[in-house]
Structures are given as structure tokens and as C-alpha cells.
């Protein structure tokens, strides 16, 4: 049978008409596999991109049963909790796994940093008035002095029977420098035990991406704020983009909270000190911390914001598996910036 050249013209309009519907209809199924949940958790809210798969598990309710055991076991706001208890003066508390994960991590953390990362800085933080207890007027180098009695990850212990043990009541432990990256990282655990694989958690600015985007199908693509941008602006401009798979990545920052010296000009932001538990001048407005589990980065990048610059490279260069990424202030709106080699190599140009 043979063919003239309005038949193969008809031909041709069909095949290409069918690949556009085949196209339309791929680009439809991927889009549709893109599940998202929002919601309010820790003070702050998050939103959960991931691929959907057949499961008999309610991924929003999953989700909620993670946020309310971390909250039960470590939220400060909570005075039935069991980290309020503890700071009350509670010895009788036995600590769940969540607890001790948190906790053990903190001591690695803070032995690493050589305190620079301490979760129980809440007293100084209060007395210099950046905490939401009333500011000491006058502050005295014996009121420091007797403050740092109570500062101090070696002055909590972890029994083998679960409890811990304060050398002095005053001791008030806050993990919320670790709470949102430890809660990403439950979600990950369980999107991974129901067979999801391809997913981006973001809390509180907080983020963990595994796999690929079932939009896209290449990596997920995720931003860092412009700390020079306004608070009323509702785009919010960023001053890099990067590829993440598989790995997690945490901001922490005094973002507008910078002030400007009378003489030079410079801009800088007031750091407390947890180890001398005085304030101090520092120029580093932002820290953003990529490892693989998203509690390292966000303890790491706490860590970052009251260590020295060059203290932070040379403990950079012992954490291979830890990448940086630090905004520091210049003059005027300028703005220098330190990139470990391996977030470079995420940056996208």
C-alpha cells in the first residue's frame, strides 16, 4: 500500500499530535506524584514536598504524631514537658530516645566547638536581654561570673539509668537550637520507613532533600535569604541558589539585627560569648551549614555565629563531612562571603 503526501502530511500531525499528548500527560503524572503538606510546628510553620506512593499511612498525621512526641519530650514553652521538668528541678525524669539522641548529640557538638555550641546559655542570654526574661540593669562582672556556674555542657550528666543529673539546680537546658532540625530529621525517618524516597522538608527555614523532585526529576533546588532585604518585602531576594540531594542544610543568623559603629562605619552584630559570658562584636550576619542529618547542621550552624571566623575555618577543615557557607558584614550594604569548597561545588551560577 502506498502512501501519497497528504496521507504522510495527516500521518505526521497525528504522530506529533500524540507526542504532545504523551508529553502533556508525563509532565501531568509527575506533577501529580508532587505531594505537599503545610502546617505550624515549634513556633514556626513548614511545608513538605514528597512523591506520593501507595501507602495505608497518613503522611499529615504521621507528621503530627513526630511534632507532639518532640514537643512532649524537649519544648521549653511546655511546662509538663519533660525538658521543663527537668529545668524545674524534676530528677525523677527518665529521658526517652528522642531525649538522649538530642542530648548526646549536644555533648558532641559542644566538645567539638570547645563550648562555642551550648545549650544551656539561656541564663546569659536572658541577663543581657536578648532572652524573653527581664534584662539585668548594670550587669557586674560577679553577676557573669556567678551566671557561668550554671553554663556548661559538662555540668549535666546522663545517667545509665536514664536520668539527668545538674550540678546545680539553676541549670536551665534549652535544645531549640537543634529542635527543628532534630523534628526534620523524624520526618525523614518515616517517609523513609513508608517507602518515600523523594522529598524536601522545610521547618522554620530548616530543610532535608533526599532524592529528586518528582516535578522536575533532576535535584532539588533550594535558596539562602538575602540578609539585606526588607522585611516587608513579600518576594524575598536571595543571595544564592544550590542544588541539595540527599543531604540537609540549616541557617542561623542576626540577619537585621546588626548594628553600625559611630567611627568606622562597620557593621556588626552583638554575639554572646558562652564561655567568657560576655557580649561580643562580631561581623558574621549569616552561617548556612549543609551535613548529612539536619540536627548537625543546624547545631554546627549555631555554632558558626559566636566562634571567631578563623576558629571556624580551622574546625571546618577537621569536619569533612560538614560545608559552610558564612555571609560576613563589610561596609555599607557589602557583603563578603567564606564558601568551604564542597557547598561551592553546590552553588548554582
Known amino acids: 500500500?502506498?502512501?501519497?503526501?497528504?496521507?504522510?502530511?495527516?500521518?505526521?500531525?497525528?504522530?506529533?499530535?500524540?507526542?504532545?499528548?504523551?508529553?502533556?500527560?508525563?509532565?501531568?503524572?509527575?506533577?501529580?506524584?508532587?505531594?505537599?503538606?503545610?502546617?505550624?510546628a515549634l513556633g514556626t510553620t513548614y511545608q513538605i514536598k514528597y512523591e506520593g506512593v501507595n501507602t495505608d499511612v497518613v503522611i499529615k498525621k504521621e507528621i503530627e504524631n513526630?511534632?507532639?512526641?518532640?514537643?512532649?519530650?524537649?519544648?521549653?514553652?511546655?511546662?509538663?514537658?519533660?525538658?521543663?521538668?527537668i529545668n524545674q528541678g524534676d530528677s525523677t525524669?527518665?529521658?526517652?530516645?528522642?531525649?538522649?539522641?538530642?542530648?548526646?548529640?549536644?555533648?558532641e557538638v559542644?566538645?567539638?566547638?570547645?563550648?562555642?555550641?551550648?545549650?544551656?546559655?539561656?541564663?546569659?542570654?536572658?541577663?543581657?536581654?536578648?532572652?524573653?526574661?527581664?534584662?539585668?540593669?548594670?550587669?557586674?562582672?560577679?553577676q557573669i561570673d556567678s551566671i557561668l556556674n550554671y553554663v556548661g555542657l559538662d555540668k549535666l550528666t546522663l545517667t545509665p539509668q536514664g536520668?539527668?543529673?545538674?550540678?546545680?539546680?539553676?541549670?536551665?537546658?534549652?535544645?531549640?537550637a537543634l529542635a527543628k532540625g532534630y523534628t526534620i530529621?523524624?520526618?525523614?525517618?518515616?517517609?523513609?520507613?513508608?517507602?518515600?524516597?523523594?522529598?524536601?522538608?522545610?521547618?522554620?527555614?530548616?530543610?532535608?532533600?533526599?532524592?529528586k523532585n518528582p516535578s522536575t526529576l533532576k535535584s532539588w533546588v533550594v535558596a539562602i535569604d538575602d540578609p539585606r532585604q526588607d522585611d516587608s518585602n513579600p518576594e524575598r531576594p536571595f543571595i544564592a541558589a544550590l542544588k541539595l540531594e540527599n543531604k540537609a542544610m540549616a541557617s542561623s543568623g542576626n540577619y537585621r539585627k546588626f548594628r553600625i559603629d559611630q567611627d568606622s562605619g562597620e557593621r556588626y552584630v552583638?554575639?554572646?560569648?558562652?564561655?567568657?559570658?560576655?557580649?561580643?562584636?562580631?561581623?558574621?550576619?549569616?552561617?548556612?551549614?549543609?551535613?548529612s542529618t539536619?540536627?548537625?547542621?543546624?547545631?554546627?550552624?549555631?555554632?558558626?555565629?559566636?566562634?571567631?571566623?578563623?576558629?571556624?575555618?580551622?574546625?571546618?577543615s577537621k569536619l569533612p563531612n560538614i560545608e559552610a557557607y558564612i555571609l560576613i558584614a563589610g561596609n555599607d550594604d557589602d557583603i563578603e562571603i567564606f564558601t568551604t569548597e564542597g557547598f561551592k561545588k553546590l552553588l548554582i551560577n
Open 1 to 40: 500500500m502506498l502512501l501519497n503526501i497528504q496521507d504522510l502530511l495527516k500521518f505526521n500531525r497525528l504522530a506529533i499530535c500524540i507526542l504532545v499528548l504523551s508529553l502533556i500527560s508525563c509532565k501531568q503524572q509527575q506533577e501529580e506524584k508532587l505531594k505537599v503538606e503545610t502546617g505550624f
Open 66 to 85: 513526630i511534632i507532639e512526641k518532640v514537643n512532649k519530650s524537649m519544648s521549653t514553652y511546655i511546662p509538663t514537658s519533660d525538658i521543663s521538668k
Open 93 to 107: 525524669i527518665v529521658i526517652d530516645a528522642y531525649f538522649k539522641e538530642v542530648f548526646l548529640k549536644s555533648k
Open 110 to 142: 559542644w566538645k567539638k566547638t570547645k563550648g562555642n555550641f551550648d545549650p544551656t546559655v539561656g541564663s546569659l542570654v536572658n541577663a543581657w536581654g536578648f532572652g524573653p526574661e527581664k534584662q539585668l540593669n548594670n550587669i557586674t562582672k560577679e
Open 163 to 176: 536520668k539527668i543529673l545538674k550540678q546545680h539546680p539553676e541549670i536551665f537546658l534549652d535544645f531549640n
Open 185 to 211: 530529621d523524624l520526618i525523614g525517618r518515616m517517609f523513609h520507613k513508608n517507602g518515600i524516597e523523594n522529598y524536601l522538608i522545610e521547618l522554620g527555614g530548616e530543610i532535608l532533600a533526599k532524592g
Open 270 to 291: 552583638h554575639t554572646i560569648n558562652p564561655i567568657t559570658g560576655y557580649t561580643q562584636k562580631s561581623n558574621i550576619l549569616a552561617t548556612s551549614v549543609i551535613a
Open 294 to 316: 539536619c540536627m548537625e547542621a543546624d547545631a554546627y550552624a549555631t555554632a558558626f555565629m559566636a566562634m571567631d571566623l578563623e576558629d571556624t575555618k580551622n574546625l571546618l
